[in-house]
């Protein structure tokens, strides 16, 4: 079964710190990886995205890796910052639009 | 370059009635997606459409329905309205869409649904 599973479910950290999220899936054929941010009330905007052949892909303070060989990727935020506050969504896709699948996110809160 | 814009933001409808939700893309891109968000399911996919055609489909009853015209504008129907199909109703598009889906994909705000 296609699956994307995402750690931790919430995680709370101070503004300044670093931070990595987790996605773990199953999907196969694999085709990308993408990241999401999603503010509260909001649509999600797209971090990176990744094919089978990158390993990390950065975007300002988010860096995104890849292990297609576990099925496993990271997104690592450094020097947190309040607006980071929000939901962090995986998603992987297959080779066909019906093996889209989105993980089920991780709400970050950085307090100050 | 404005950006994905959806109507309405907020609706409520009764259980039976049906609703039309509305999206204009951003302008050049020809691949509409929609997307139904909940507390319990996260976001899935619904379908998504290209030059006016339905291209590629999610697991989602035939209540489900949609459409692209000419200029790239989409909408989204759901017929006999269930408790259920609360949800938060994302549309985002991209220029090409292509099956790899490598286009980075621009969300609009959604549109909350309410069934009551």
């Known amino acids: 079964k296609n699956q994307v599973e995402q750690s931790p479910q919430s995680l709370i950290i101070l503004e300044g710190k670093n931070c990595t999220l987790q996605?773990?899936?199953?999907?196969?054929?694999?085709?990308?990886l993408r990241w999401y941010k999603q503010d509260t009330g909001r649509g999600p905007v797209s971090l990176t995205i990744?094919?089978?052949?990158?390993n990390t892909k950065s975007n300002g303070r988010y860096t995104a890796t890849l292990d297609a060989d576990t099925k496993q990727s990271s997104l690592h935020i450094t020097a947190s910052q309040l607006s980071d506050s929000a939901s962090y969504i995986c998603?992987?896709?297959?080779?066909?639009?019906?093996?889209?699948?989105f993980g089920p996110g991780t709400s970050l809160s950085v307090i100050p | 370059k404005a950006g994905v814009t959806q109507t309405p933001r907020y609706l409520i409808k009764t259980r039976g009635q049906q609703v039309t939700l509305s999206c204009s893309p951003i302008s050049g891109h020809r691949s509409v997606s929609w997307y139904q968000q909940t507390p319990g399911q996260g976001l899935q996919f619904l379908f998504e459409y290209f030059s006016e055609t339905q291209r590629n489909k999610g697991n989602f009853p035939g209540r489900f329905s949609g459409r692209q015209f000419s200029n790239s504008r989409s909408e989204m129907n759901v017929s006999t309205l269930e408790l259920g199909d609360s949800a938060l109703y994302l549309c985002?598009?991209?220029?090409?869409?292509?099956?790899?889906?490598?286009?980075?994909?621009?969300f609009g705000p959604g549109t909350r649904l309410t069934v009551l």
């Open positions: 985002a598009s991209s220029s090409s869409g292509s099956l790899g889906w490598l286009d980075t994909q621009y």
């Open positions: 996605c773990n899936y199953t999907v196969s054929p694999f085709s990308n």
């Open positions: 990744m094919t089978f052949s990158e």
């Open positions: 998603v992987v896709s297959g080779t066909s639009y019906d093996k889209v699948i």
